[in-house]
C-alpha cells in the first residue's frame, strides 16, 4: 500500500515534495504509528540515467498520461456505479468491485484465491516490493527526464501498511509546466500498468522459454496432496495425471474442468434419476456377478458391506430407463474388480463415440454404480515417471498394462475417486509442467515462477488501481487536480471546490465500496 503527495498548489511551506508523503528533512522518522529508513545512494545513477535518455523517456511517460486519465475516468465511474449498488439490496449479482477489491489486496478475486499460507505471504511481499519499486522507479525516471532530481528514497511502515515514496525539490517542481508535472505524477500509474502486461506476456511464453527443460501440457504434475485429501491414499508427489473417465488430462485447467460436465448429472440414490441422465457402467461378466454379493433395494436403502459399492443393472442404450422399469437387482463389488472391464453407457466420452449402443456381450450385463446426491464416480489413470523403470516410458503404452491393480506400484495405475468431486479437485497441487530430467527440486520450479508473476501482476494492478482512484493522499490527488486546471473557463476558486468535492467524495464512496466487498468475501 502507498501513501500519496502532498498537491502542488499547498506545497509552498517546504522546499521538498514527497511522491507520496511530506517531510522536512534527510532524517529517518519513528512514531507509534509510522516509521521510515530515508537513503538516497540511487539518487545520482537515476539521475543521470534520466537526463540521457530525457528524450525518450517524455514519450514513453507521454503515453502514460493519456493511460493514467482514462483509468481515473473508469474507477471513477465503477465507484459512482458500485454506490448505486450499495443504495439498493443486494441481489446476488456479480459486481465490478470484486475485481477491484480483489486486485487492490494483491490477490486474484476468485474465493478460492483466499488460502493463507506462509508460502502466499512470502509470495506477496516479495511482489510487493517488486511493484512498489517499480511504481516508485516511474515517478523518479520522470523528474529525471524533466530535470529534476531526487533528494531521497524513503520506505515506511504506516501502522501496518508497508509502502514507499521518493522526495524531490519543492521548488522546482512547482515551476514546471502543467504536462512535465502531469507525466511525473502519472509515471507510477503507467509503469505498474507495464508491469502487468510484462507478467502476463511472460505467463503466455512461459511453457516456450521453458521449453528446452521442461515439458508443458503432456499431463499436470502432482506437487504436494495434502494429507486430509481424499487422494492421498492413491496419488504421491510427482505422479503424473493422465486421464479422468477415459478423456485425456493435458494441463492444471483441464484437471479443474473436469467438474464441469460430472457435478451436473451425478447419480442419486433413486433409481427414477436413471430414467433421465446419461451414466456411466461397466459391461461385467454374468460369472462375475453369481460370485458377487446381491441384495436387494428396501426404501432406497441397501446393505452392500464396507469396501464395496453397489451396482445396479440397467439397459446400456444410454442407460436411459422406460417407464416401467424397477431396481430389483443390486450387486456389492469392489471398485478395482472393474475397472479392465468394458465401459456401457451414455457417460462414458470413448464409449459413446462407439458405434454400437451397447457394447456388452450376452454373457455380459451392464452395471452401474448407485450412489448417493452430490456423489461423483470418476475414474483417474496416472504415471510415475520418478520410479528408474519407468523414466524412460512415459508414454501411452503403459496404459494397456493389466497388472495395474489399485493400490499397486507400477507405471501406471487406475483408481476410482467416489465423492465430492469440487473437494477432490482443489485438495491436490499440480503443475502443467513436467521436468524433462527426473528432479524434485525442479519441478518446483515452474509452479513458483507462475505464482510470483501471477501474485506481481495482482499486485502491481492493485497499485495501479489503487492510485488512480480519486481519494485523498494518492496519485489520483494530484492528476486530478492538473487535470482541473486545463478547466479554463472555471475560476481558481472553482477550481479548488470542485477538487475538494470529488475528493471527499471519492474518498468516501471508496470507502464504503471497499468495505462492502471485503464483507461479502
Given at each position: 500500500m502507498e501513501g500519496r503527495r502532498t498537491r502542488r498548489s499547498r506545497g509552498g511551506q517546504s522546499n521538498e515534495t514527497l511522491l507520496p508523503l511530506r517531510a522536512h528533512r534527510l532524517s529517518n522518522t519513528i512514531s507509534c504509528w509510522y516509521c521510515d529508513f530515508k537513503f538516497s545512494l540511487w539518487n545520482e545513477p537515476l539521475f543521470v540515467f534520466g537526463r540521457r535518455y530525457s528524450r525518450y523517456l517524455r514519450s514513453w511517460f507521454a503515453m502514460g498520461v493519456g493511460f493514467s486519465l482514462a483509468a481515473l475516468l473508469g474507477v471513477t465511474l465503477i465507484l459512482l456505479w458500485e454506490l448505486s449498488r450499495t443504495l439498493r439490496p443486494y441481489n446476488g449479482e456479480a459486481q465490478f468491485s470484486s475485481l477491484l477489491t480483489g486486485s487492490l489486496i494483491g490477490i486474484p478475486s476468485n474465493p478460492s484465491g483466499l488460502t493463507i499460507s506462509f508460502a502466499g505471504i512470502g509470495y506477496l511481499c516479495l511482489s510487493t516490493i517488486i511493484s512498489v519499486s517499480v511504481h516508485e522507479l516511474g515517478h523518479a525516471l520522470a523528474a529525471a527526464s524533466e530535470g529534476i532530481q531526487m533528494v531521497y528514497i524513503a520506505v515506511f511502515l504506516a501502522v501496518i501498511f508497508p509502502g514507499a515514496l521518493v522526495a524531490f525539490n519543492h521548488e522546482m517542481l512547482q515551476a514546471l509546466p502543467k504536462p512535465a508535472a502531469l507525466r511525473i505524477y502519472c509515471a507510477g500509474i503507467w509503469h505498474n500498468a507495464g508491469l502487468c502486461a510484462i507478467c502476463a506476456i511472460s505467463l503466455?511464453?512461459?511453457?516456450?522459454?521453458?521449453?528446452?527443460?521442461?515439458?508443458?501440457?503432456?499431463?499436470?504434475m502432482v506437487l504436494n496432496v495434502a494429507s486430509t485429501s481424499p487422494l492421498s491414499r492413491y496419488l504421491s508427489s510427482y505422479d503424473v495425471i493422465h486421464s479422468a473417465d477415459g478423456i485425456r488430462i493435458n494441463d492444471v485447467q483441464e484437471w479443474l474442468q473436469i467438474g464441469t460436465p460430472l457435478t451436473g448429472k451425478e447419480y442419486?440414490?433413486?433409481y427414477s434419476a436413471y430414467k433421465h441422465s446419461s451414466r456411466k457402467g461397466y459391461c461385467v461378466p454374468d460369472s462375475l456377478l453369481e460370485k458377487s454379493?446381491?441384495?436387494?433395494?428396501?426404501?432406497?436403502e441397501t446393505t452392500c458391506p464396507n469396501d464395496l459399492i453397489d451396482f445396479v443393472e440397467t439397459p446400456c442404450q444410454e442407460m436411459r430407463l422406460s417407464d416401467d422399469w424397477h431396481v430389483e437387482n443390486i450387486y456389492c463389488l469392489s471398485a478395482k474388480d472393474i475397472l479392465d472391464f468394458k465401459k456401457c453407457g451414455g457417460g462414458w466420452e470413448k464409449a459413446s463415440s462407439n458405434r454400437s449402443s451397447c457394447p456388452c456381450s450376452?454373457?455380459?450385463s451392464c452395471l452401474a454404480p448407485f450412489l448417493l446426491p452430490g456423489v461423483a464416480w470418476v475414474e483417474i489413470t496416472y504415471l510415475r515417471p520418478f520410479i528408474p523403470r519407468c523414466q524412460k516410458s512415459q508414454t501411452a503404452h503403459f496404459l494397456d498394462d493389466k497388472n495395474s491393480d489399485l493400490g499397486g506400484k507400477g507405471c501406471s495405475q487406475s483408481f476410482v475417486f467416489m465423492g465430492d468431486l469440487e473437494a477432490m479437485l482443489g485438495s491436490v497441487h499440480l503443475t502443467s509442467y513436467q521436468p524433462r530430467w527426473p528432479s524434485k527440486f525442479g519441478a518446483h520450479f515452474p509452479s513458483a515462477l507462475e505464482k510470483l508473476l501471477m501474485f506481481v501482476f495482482h499486485v502491481s494492478l492493485a497499485l495501479a488501481l489503487l492510485n488512480s482512484l480519486p481519494v485523498y493522499f494518492l496519485d489520483g490527488e494530484s492528476i486530478l487536480e492538473l487535470t482541473l486546471q486545463y478547466l479554463w473557463f472555471l475560476s481558481p476558486r472553482q477550481r479548488e471546490v470542485a477538487l475538494q468535492c470529488c475528493l471527499l467524495g471519492g474518498t468516501f464512496i471508496s470507502i464504503l465500496v471497499i468495505f462492502r466487498s471485503l464483507l461479502l468475501f
Open positions: 503466455f511464453i512461459l511453457p516456450l522459454v521453458l521449453f528446452p527443460v521442461y515439458r508443458h501440457g503432456e499431463g499436470p442419486q440414490r433413486n454379493i446381491h441384495v436387494q433395494l428396501i426404501d432406497n450376452q454373457e455380459e
